[in-house]
């Protein structure tokens, strides 16, 4: 099983990014897939996750992100996406996808440092 | 939301000798299938999370078996029989019962 985080960087405060998760070694079709962040210095924090078709591919989020970031997934790319919009400087982290809504299994995360 | 109190906030463990951790829920993680929905993950230094233990006391593949999860309803412990060097990093418990997903604050464990 290997996640690969891609599409980290620096962004102005209210601008947008889109993380990539890249999945092998598993059926990625079966899973859900979820976000993590971790703040400079801090604890873990749940983003949201997209469950799998088979229950429908309905998304859920923290409420610090909830309307402002969306969660999505392409299986035939075996990639799950995070669309960040209206960022904002508590929104610097690194950012985790991790397969699953639980019994986490994690890439090595991506950093996303927002900044004017 | 669950909230997830984890006890203590650090330790300082002689090689060999055991360690303990303690995770608190505001709510029961016991759901109706039988399982408890309790992730224990260890974070090393300068890496991401490993999962450790799933469903309150199941280990994970490939974790030793001197790391064990026990527990049940709102209480729950992280035990390893023999620290060795290569488990220094923060512990965190995680539930899964329902959204929003929430982790403990974490422990770090050191070595002496």
């Known amino acids: 099983v290997q996640l690969v985080e891609s599409g980290g960087g620096l962004v102005q405060p209210g601008r947008s990014l889109r993380l990539s998760c890249t999945t092998f070694?598993?059926?990625?079709?079966?899973?859900?897939m979820s976000w993590v962040r971790q703040a400079p210095g801090k604890g873990l924090e749940w983003v949201g996750f997209?469950?799998?078709?088979?229950?429908?591919?309905?998304?859920e989020y923290a409420a610090s992100v909830k309307g402002r970031f969306i969660i999505s997934r392409d299986d035939f790319k075996r990639t799950a996406y995070l669309q960040m919009n209206s960022l904002k400087i508590e929104d610097t982290a690194v950012y985790y996808c991790?397969?699953?809504?639980?019994?986490?299994?994690w890439g090595q995360g991506t950093l996303v440092t927002v900044s004017s | 939301d669950i909230v997830m109190t984890q006890s203590p906030l650090s330790l300082l463990v002689a090689p060999g000798e055991p360690a303990s951790i303690s995770c608190t829920s505001s709510?029961?993680?016991?759901?109706?299938?039988?399982?408890?929905?309790l992730d224990w993950y260890l974070q090393k230094p300068g890496q991401s999370p490993q999962l450790l233990i799933y469903?309150?006391?199941s280990r994970a593949s490939g974790v030793p078996d001197r790391f064990s999860g026990g527990g049940s309803g709102t209480d729950f412990t992280l035990k390893i029989t023999r620290v060795e060097a290569e488990d220094v990093g923060v512990y965190y418990c995680?539930?899964?019962?329902?959204?929003?997903?929430?982790f403990g604050g974490g422990t770090r464990v050191e070595i002496k």
């Open positions: 991790a397969r699953d809504r639980g019994k986490f299994q």
């Open positions: 070694g598993f059926t990625f079709g079966d899973y859900a």
């Open positions: 997209i469950k799998n078709k088979t229950y429908g591919g309905t998304t």
């Open positions: 709510q029961s993680l016991l759901h109706r299938n039988g399982f408890h929905y």
């Open positions: 469903f309150g006391s």
């Open positions: 995680m539930q899964s019962l329902q959204t929003p997903l929430t």
